[in-house]
């Protein structure tokens, strides 16, 4: 059973080896660091040093002590190399089991565990090391306990003295490191060999154990490149939630709803522009997701072509919290004149205004003109009627007088039927007068129609009327409204006749001409 000695100033390896009833070669094989420095001509003991004692190789004991380190167990009566049992050979570690070299501590202990300090041959013999010379070529002569020599190494032709040589690694790894006075260095390939693997058993199991490293070491780097680009996924996929979320409440704060819809396209790869064409790519700041919302076909119906019309006009550009104010501020002054519900108050009204650069203040002033006109302009018994028979009121009245294609509509909802009988009371006439109309079919045109007819009426109340109670003849509205409205033949000669009358009484071919205005009758 292998124990340890600590060193004491003075002592020796002869010394020790006596006193512990083993041999010196046999500590330099349970030792491998002691045993490099003595191949390197160092001094071999210091004071504290621990060595590692076991029993040497005797004729009833010719497997010598249990190895330490990686090796144990090898190299024994009931594990010897040349059965080292169940052993993993694809890594460096269990190469160096099965080729008895003792794993990571460097060694064995002798040639029956298949590996010694000084060679890359005595395992295979059995033989062991009892001393080693470098010569002046750089190569160097291994003694052996049977009195054979080998010299290994690579001779130095270039005259360049040896400093010292040594060995580093162990195992298949081993390698033995020339230093030359020049400062440069050689190393050569020194597997520790042992009974039972040559040197192609070696190498292949050295080849296969870096096969399968490098297999493990890819397999990491691809473990580890996915999680990056994993990592990067969810960090773009993070930027991206964050800024949609920034553009959805920026256009949700202003009450925009037309444009979410594209919005949500866009953070799903769906978005299109205002001509159909797919975006490229899904942005992943919010300047990325406005570049791409303002191509869109709902951005540009809400905003683009206001600002593409008032560019033409010669008016600056708005933004988007700009135009949403005004528009505010519109629906304000509509609300503020009572302005019926339907009139100019839907957003392709205030882009309407927005394209003709008119301020809230300017649309106010233009409802209170019209305002003006149908209160100041208009019989307020015609109004008062209009009101409580039909409920146009004033605001319904100032719409129609605003944009009478928008004002008809209006009024036709508020009146109903009674559009016909409305349009002659706005024209001046009576709602009796309304109903003669309607018996000539005047319900079946437009309100626009109706009001033109009817004023017509009016005129020829005032002006044939008028001629017709001078000379006695009887054409009152009946009349006017049979001509105007229902195409009478007779009533249209008669309005004819009278006023032919008229132009003749008053223009000189009836002898009673204008200069009879001015002279005096005695």
């Known amino acids: 059973m292998a124990e340890k000695v600590t060193a004491k100033s003075g002592d020796t390896l002869s010394g020790i080896a006596k006193a512990n009833g083993t041999t010196v070669a046999q500590i330099l094989a349970d030792n491998p660091t002691l045993a490099a420095r003595a191949a390197a001509g160092q001094t071999v003991l210091f004071s504290g040093t621990k060595v ?52 990571s501590t460097g060694g064995s202990t002798g040639g029956s565990t298949g590996g010694n300090t000084g060679g890359n041959t005595g395992g295979t013999t059995g033989k062991k090391e009892v001393s080693r010379v470098t010569n002046k070529d750089g190569t160097v002569t291994i003694t052996y306990d049977d009195g054979t020599t080998e010299t290994t190494g690579t001779p130095n032709p ?15 790894n081993r390698i033995q490191i020339t230093e030359y006075d020049d400062g440069t ?30 297999a493990e070491f890819q397999k990491m780097l691809a473990a580890q490149q996915k999680a990056l680009e994993t990592a990067k996924a969810e960090q773009v996929a993070a ?86 104010g005004m528009e505010d501020e519109y629906q304000k002054v509509l609300t503020s004149y009572n302005m019926p519900t339907g009139f100019y108050d839907q957003t392709t009204d205030f882009q309407s ?39 146009i009121g004033d605001e319904a009245l100032t719409a129609y007088m605003i944009d009478p294609a928008k004002g008809q509509g209006i009024l036709e909802q508020i009146a109903g039927k009674n559009m016909n009988t409305a349009a002659a009371l706005i024209e001046g006439l009576t709602a009796e007068e309304a109903n003669m109309a309607q018996a000539y079919g005047a319900g079946s045109l437009g309100y626009g129609s109706q ?72």
Not at 52 to 79: D, R
Not at 466 to 491: P, T
Not at 500 to 519: D, E, P, V
């Open 158 to 172: 270039t005259g360049k003295k040896v400093v010292r040589t040594y060995f580093s690694g162990s195992g298949a």
């Open 52 to 103: 590692t004692i076991t029993s040497p190789q005797t004729a009833t004991n010719p497997y010598g002590g249990t190895t330490t380190g990686a090796g144990v167990g090898l190299g024994t009566s009931s594990n010897p190399i040349t059965n080292a049992g169940t052993v993993n050979t694809t890594t460096l570690e269990g190469i160096a089991k099965a080729s008895g070299t003792g794993g």
């Open 239 to 324: 930027q991206r939630k964050s800024a949609f979320d920034v553009i959805r409440e920026r256009f949700t704060q202003m009450g925009i709803k037309e444009v979410g819809d594209d919005i949500a396209a866009i953070f799903a790869g769906k978005g299109t522009d205002r001509f159909g064409k797919a975006f490229d790519e899904i942005p992943t700041t919010s300047e990325g997701f406005y570049l791409q919302l303002i191509n869109t076909k709902s951005y540009y119906d809400r905003f683009g072509s206001v600002n593409e019309a008032r560019l033409k006009q010669g008016y600056k550009a708005l933004d988007e919290k700009t135009i949403v």
């Open 353 to 391: 205004f927005l394209k003709n650069n008119l301020t809230n203040v300017d649309v106010a002033n233009i409802i209170q003109a019209y305002r003006d006109f149908v209160t100041t302009g208009t019989d307020s018994n015609v109004r008062k009627q209009l009101k409580d028979l039909y409920g």
């Open 185 to 214: 260095t050689d190393q050569v390939p020194a597997p520790e060999q042992v009974a039972g693997l040559s040197a192609d058993d070696v190498n292949k199991l050295i080849q296969s154990a870096i096969a399968n490293q490098n």
């Open 451 to 522: 009001r033109q007819k009817y004023s017509q009426v009016q005129r020829e109340l005032q002006t044939t009327g008028n001629l017709a109670a001078i000379y006695g003849e009887n054409f009152g509205a009946k009349e006017a409204i049979a001509a105007e409205f229902g195409g009478d033949v007779q009533a249209q000669a008669q309005a004819a006749r009278i006023k032919a009358t008229g132009q003749a009484a008053f223009g000189g071919t009836s002898g009673i001409g204008s200069k009879a205005l001015r002279t005096k009758t005695v």
